[in-house]
């Protein structure tokens, strides 16, 4: 269990939700530190959705506590310093991406002053300002998705909240979305919800993952990825590897891939100095080494570790909380 301080952006203590008979939560705690990128991850119906809507006072809880910039959690004054972009956010059609951050910053009570000097540095940001005084109907998901992470800074928050941001994006949108986020985010908190685990480990250092209610890994991906097993990776070019070095490295549980560019080991081992004897081997044979590096487990691999051990059952391809609404 974390432990609530004025010095996190957000520490959600013990939380738990029933709904109907059914436990969405069961005592989940995250802490996330002000400054940094945090990534909220977890397969359908982890809970994922329904701890951020506590968070926002969108879903009321049942038990537990905590704080959002240092005030207790529901205060409304702090609400306001929060900006939050759900998933598939809907804008009236007629309305243009400047006339959209004109309307929501009006909701947020945001002065006309402001808004409108704010509203042209959100859309040269996000990359809209080309297609500011066109109407939304004529926007692709991406551009959608774009002038919704505007609207989320519209009152310059010192939250930021996140709910699949690049969800339906194609890859050079999701690019273009990120390094906007990387951007906004220099100035505030950001708790990122996303089904993209190869984004959440180029922007988060610290993540929780959740599964079945419960908060089953939290912390710097690093240090989780630590207890996973680091292979080596040895790639050379010229011919193949000679069949007994070959054997050597398959006895030693690793595998062994030759094409037209050279060739590639990899063998589960922490310590590249436990390899020595291969790149000894290799080089005696004629070998040139062209890398030689170890590799730390991925996210995805941490993941589905983590969500297996925990029993969660089969996560792969359901990691991104829709469905359920939990």
């Known amino acids: 269990m974390t432990s609530s301080g004025p010095d996190a952006a957000v520490d959600l203590i013990d939380l738990r939700k029933r709904y109907r008979g059914v436990e969405a939560l069961r005592g989940a705690s995250i802490r996330v530190e002000r400054g940094e990128i945090f990534g909220l991850l977890g397969p359908n119906g982890a809970g994922k959705s329904t701890l951020v809507k506590i968070l926002l006072t969108l879903v009321r809880r049942t038990g537990g506590g905590g704080t959002v910039l240092g005030a207790p959690l529901g205060d409304r004054e702090t609400l306001a310093k929060v900006g939050y972009l759900p998933e598939n956010l809907r804008f009236p059609d007629y309305l243009t991406a400047r006339q959209a951050l004109d309307y929501f910053g009006a909701l947020a009570k945001v002065p006309r002053i402001d808004r409108r000097r704010r509203g042209g540095e959100l859309l040269e940001l996000v990359g809209m300002r080309d297609w500011a005084d066109r109407p939304v109907r004529t926007y692709s998901k991406g551009m959608r998705q774009r002038v919704g992470l505007a609207v989320s800074l519209v009152s310059d928050p010192e939250l930021l909240v996140l709910d699949e941001p690049t969800d339906g994006v194609d890859p050079i949108g999701r690019k273009e979305i990120r390094d906007a986020l990387l951007q906004a985010a220099s100035t505030r908190s950001v708790l990122l919800n996303s089904h ?42 010229g011919q193949p590897l000679p069949g007994g070095l070959t054997s050597l490295v398959e006895s030693m549980g690793g595998t062994c891939a030759a094409g037209a560019e050279g060739w590639h080991l990899r063998i589960p081992r922490r310590d590249a100095a436990e390899v020595q004897p291969i790149v000894d081997a290799a080089r005696a044979a004629g070998r040139v080494i062209t890398s030689l590096r170890a590799s730390r487990a991925s996210l995805e691999e941490l993941f589905v570790r983590t969500v297996s051990d925990a029993g969660g059952g089969r996560p792969g391809g359901v990691l991104s909380g829709r469905g359920s609404g939990r």
Request: net charge negative.
């Open 196 to 237: 993209l685990l190869s984004e959440v480990e180029a922007m988060c250092g610290r993540i929780a993952i959740l599964n079945q209610g419960q908060v089953v890994a939290q912390g710097p991906i690093s240090e989780l990825a630590g207890d996973e097993r680091h292979d080596v990776e040895i790639a050379g070019s």
